[in-house]
T-cell receptor, first 114, second 113 residues
Framework: KNQVEQSPQSLIILEGKNCTLQ??????????LRWYKQDTGRGPVSLTI?????NTKSNGRYTATLDADTKQSSLHITASQLSDSASYIC?????????????FGRGTQLTVWP | EADIYQTPRYLVIGTGKKITLECSQT?????MYWYQQDPGMELHLIHY???????EKGDLSSESTVSRIRTEHFPLTLESARPSHTSQYLC????????????FGPGTRLTVT
């Protein structure tokens, strides 16, 4: 069964600190992996998207890594800010159907305290 | 920033009412999607469309219906709202191959009393 598991479920850090969020998936055949940021009551906003051949991609203070062999990804946030408080969702797309089905993780709820 | 809009943003309505959630995008994307998301849970695909007059049901069974008469418009309708329909509904669109980059709207938070 294709699945996306994220950890931790929730995380509290102090402003200015770094953190790393994890995503493990079993989706096959793999097409791409995306990380989204979702503020409370808003739609998800894309942070990064990586294909099989990419193992790291940065977007400002956000750096995503991908190990397609172990089917793991991480999202590293550097020098956290209060505005980073949100849910971070890992989404994996397969290439086994014309739909290019998306598999969503439940997200990691990050809270940044001053 | 993606140009995809949803209205209303919040809706509180009584049981048995008919409601329509609006979704519009100005990017000319051929593919559009509706997702349902409960608090702390993953998004579930309930409807998708690959173009005008094309609609399909998604992974999660839903009593809602959709239509795609125009490329930019993908409304979702509930003929008779029930408390079990209380959820957040997210609209998304994409261009290019299926599974390509999805742009999400801001969502509609629906509460049925």
């Amino acid at each position: 069964k294709n699945q996306v598991e994220q950890s931790p479920q929730s995380l509290i850090i102090l402003e200015g600190k770094n953190c790393t969020l994890q995503c493990n998936y079993t989706v096959s055949p793999f097409s791409n992996l995306r990380w989204y940021k979702q503020d409370t009551g808003r739609g998800p906003v894309s942070l990064t998207i990586m294909t099989f051949s990419e193992n790291t991609k940065s977007n400002g203070r956000y750096t995503a890594t991908l190990d397609a062999d172990t089917k793991q990804s991480s999202l590293h946030i550097t020098a956290s800010q209060l505005s980073d408080s949100a849910s971070y969702i890992c989404v994996v797309s397969d290439r086994g159907s014309t739909l290019g089905r998306l598999y969503f993780g439940r997200g990691t709820q990050l809270t940044v305290w001053p | 920033e993606a140009d995809i809009y949803q209205t209303p943003r919040y809706l509180v309505i009584g049981t048995g009412k008919k409601i329509t959630l609006e979704c519009s995008q100005t990017m000319g994307h051929d593919k559009m999607y509706w997702y349902q998301q409960d608090p702390g849970m993953e998004l579930h695909l309930i409807h998708y469309s690959y173009g005008v007059n094309s609609t399909e049901k998604g992974d999660l069974s839903s009593e809602s219906t959709v239509s795609r008469i125009r490329t930019e418009h993908f409304p979702l309708t509930l003929e008779s709202a029930r408390p079990s329909h209380t959820s957040q509904y997210l609209c998304a669109s994409s261009a290019g191959p299926a599974g390509a980059f999805n742009h999400f709207g801001p969502g509609t938070r629906l509460t049925v009393t």
